[in-house]
């Protein structure tokens, strides 16, 4: 049987303290809703955050709920949730002892 080897694309953002942005060499282009386990968020984090065990929370709209998925190793795979309609939103917390940091949210659109 042959082995089948799974490809995702990586979306890059930047964070610095309570900001963050896309990267800017990475390609957002063409993204397609509806993809599942394809897409994954990829996070540069500034040393405010070492030491904090991070989530990234993903919404289809600025009023749903969201859907929570905790980083490991600075990455996680984008939720299919997210994915369903035309943009998506993300934000990252993160939290240790005595200590809670949250982003703003970044939209990302989906065209293709």
């Known amino acids: 049987m ?8 990586n979306l890059k953002f930047n964070v610095s303290g309570q ?7 990475c390609d957002f282009a063409g993204l397609v809703p509806g993809t599942e386990g394809y897409l994954q968020a990829e996070f540069s984090f500034s040393e405010e955050w070492n ?11 600025s009023t749903s709920e969201p859907v929570s998925v905790k980083l490991v190793g600075d990455a996680c795979v984008i939720p299919h949730e997210a994915l369903i309609g035309r943009s998506f ?14 982003t703003n949210m970044v939209e990302v659109k989906q065209n293709g």
Do not use: N, Y
Request: charged share 30%.
């Open 89 to 102: 939103k993300v934000s990252v917390i993160g939290i240790r002892k005595g200590f809670r940091i949250q």
């Open 19 to 25: 900001m963050m942005s896309p990267d800017q060499f």
């Open 51 to 61: 030491g904090c065990g991070k989530i990234a929370e993903f919404r289809r709209f």
């Open 2 to 9: 042959e082995e089948v080897r799974s490809i995702m694309r």
